[in-house]
């Protein structure tokens, strides 16, 4: 409960939150296909919102508590691992999406499900089960896939390495009949898909780079708490030097805590599980760091949500310390514990790595209109009509609306409001062209930049 914050909703999460406000369920599946993009293709967890609002939770706070039941479940799936809940408990990763209005946390708990499926899989194999772990390593997969069309690709990647595991199952009838509930179920997901690429539905392309997959690493891993963060960087990569006395260290300690698990794995299974969990792992990364390079997907950690279990469990097995006394496994493990929990807390309270503040800048948009200003909102619009509803004006939704589709020009304006100019005035040196239009910088609430006339 403590990563649940009432930060400001940053863009994608006041877009969820806004959406579900919709009465009537059939007026939210035609408002959800009206503004398009990325949420369309995250069915369950979009319509998870919906019912959640229905329950009476419409708070920043309120709205977020929806990922706890994910959580739950990710600590429960791995619990066979000794040290499973304290790890994972502690990565600063899940600290911050834990208390994200998106479904990352719904991938992580997803991809963990998957996970102890693969295990049940492998211990039935083992013991002449059957079909042990099917149902368990199915459920795990069309969560990912439910979740959003990119975790679909982690679904992949596990099927592959069952059918690597037990290529039997492929000529056994009591393996079809069994799985035809989810053959049906997976088939209508992705005619739906299917059908939401083929209308346009997609996340915005805004450049793709193996860049930036890098830095999604460098997230997951859990070194942003003692690092810059992403926006710090986006300005000046060179920033990330000043922070190497402490980030090699620690790298070095959860990459040792890492490969010291990683290779307690690697003794007690087969060349053929090794194979099969490699796949499983390297097969969807490979396919996004095609898509971003091709399609101009811009990979971040938070798409790589559903491979955290395959990060953070080897740190687990690396504490249990069923290893010779000449490798210090408990040590390390330890230090990777502590370094992870100094990022999380880091993180969680250190206001660099809070949210944009959308509320601070959509409350004085609204003022500024109760005073019949004119407003240039340069600036995704469903954090405003959000906020808007929250004050009981939900009148103003159309009109910020307007102020995105149909803005007034530079010169009848009395306010400007920017959140990233690079994106919103393109090519255009902002400071000099705002200064030449009679405008001064009066307020940065963060991710914001307020431009007034005297």
């Given at each position: 409960m403590l990563a649940i914050t009432s930060q400001s909703f940053w863009m994608d999460e006041a877009g969820g939150a806004f959406k579900s406000l919709t009465p009537g369920f059939s007026n939210w599946v035609s408002t959800m296909f009206r503004f398009g993009g990325s949420d369309v293709q995250m069915p369950f967890y979009m319509c998870g919102l919906w019912l959640w609002h229905r329950l009476g939770f419409i708070s920043e706070y309120g709205f977020r508590l929806i990922n706890i039941p994910f959580l739950i479940l990710m600590v429960l799936a791995l619990k066979r691992v000794r040290f499973w809940p304290l790890v994972c408990l502690t990565s600063p990763f899940l600290i911050y999406y834990v208390g994200e209005l998106r479904p990352y946390t719904m991938q992580m708990a997803a991809g963990s499900l998957a996970a102890l499926g693969i295990f049940r899989i492998i211990d039935g194999k083992r013991n002449g089960q059957e079909l042990s772990g099917l149902h368990t390593t199915a459920a795990g997969c069309f969560l990912l896939c439910a979740s959003s069309l990119s975790a679909a690709v982690f679904a992949l990647g596990i099927a592959c390495a069952v059918a690597i595991i037990r290529p039997d199952w492929i000529r056994k009838k009591i393996f079809w009949l069994r799985s035809i509930p989810w053959m049906v179920s997976a088939s209508i997901l992705a005619a739906y898909f299917i059908y939401t690429l083929l209308e346009g539905h997609r996340a915005?392309?805004?450049?793709?780079?193996?860049?930036?997959?890098?830095?999604?690493?460098?997230?997951?891993?859990?070194?942003?708490?003692?690092?810059?963060?992403?926006?710090?960087?986006?300005?000046?990569?060179?920033?990330?030097?000043?922070?190497?006395?402490?980030l090699l260290p620690a790298t070095l300690i959860i990459f040792f805590a890492w490969l010291i698990g990683a290779f307690s794995a690697y003794r007690s299974t087969t060349p053929r599980e090794?194979?099969?969990?490699?796949?499983?792992?390297?097969l969807p990364l490979l396919v996004l760091a095609v898509t971003s390079l091709v399609a101009q997907f811009q990979v971040l950690g938070r798409h790589l949500s559903p491979a955290i279990p395959a990060l953070l469990l080897p740190v687990a097995t690396c504490l249990s310390g069923n290893f010779p006394k000449?490798?210090?496994?408990?040590?390390?493990?330890?230090?990777?514990?502590?370094i992870s929990?100094?990022?999380?807390?880091?993180?969680?309270?250190?206001?660099?790595?809070?949210?944009?503040?959308?509320?601070?800048?959509?409350?004085?948009?609204?003022?500024l209109?109760?005073?019949?200003?004119?407003?240039?909102?340069?600036?995704?619009?469903?954090?405003?009509s959000y906020y808007a509803y929250r004050k009981n004006r939900a009148s103003l939704t159309d009109t910020f609306m307007a102020l995105?589709?149909?803005?007034?020009?530079?010169?009848?304006?009395?306010?400007?409001?920017?959140?990233?100019?690079?994106?919103?005035?393109?090519?255009?040196?902002?400071?000099?062209?705002?200064?030449?239009?009679?405008?001064?910088?009066?307020?940065?609430?963060?991710?914001?930049?307020?431009?007034?006339?005297?």
């Open positions: 915005a392309s805004t450049g793709g780079s193996l860049l930036s997959m890098g830095f999604g690493f460098y997230e997951m891993i859990g070194l942003v708490g003692l690092g810059p963060s992403r926006d710090m960087i986006r300005e000046n990569p060179s920033i990330v030097l000043r922070s190497l006395p402490w090794r194979i099969a969990i490699i796949v499983a792992v390297a000449k490798i210090p496994a408990i040590s390390i493990g330890s230090a990777a514990i502590l929990l100094t990022s999380a807390l880091l993180i969680r309270f250190n206001p660099i790595h809070f949210r944009d503040d959308y509320r601070t800048a959509s409350h004085l948009a609204i003022a209109l109760d005073e019949n200003q004119t407003i240039l909102w340069k600036a995704d619009t469903a954090a405003p995105e589709s149909h803005p007034p020009a530079i010169e009848s304006a009395d306010c400007v409001i920017i959140n990233r100019p690079d994106l919103r005035f393109p090519s255009i040196n902002h400071k000099t062209y705002l200064l030449e239009n009679g405008f001064t910088l009066t307020e940065t609430p963060k991710g914001f930049e307020i431009w007034k006339t005297p």
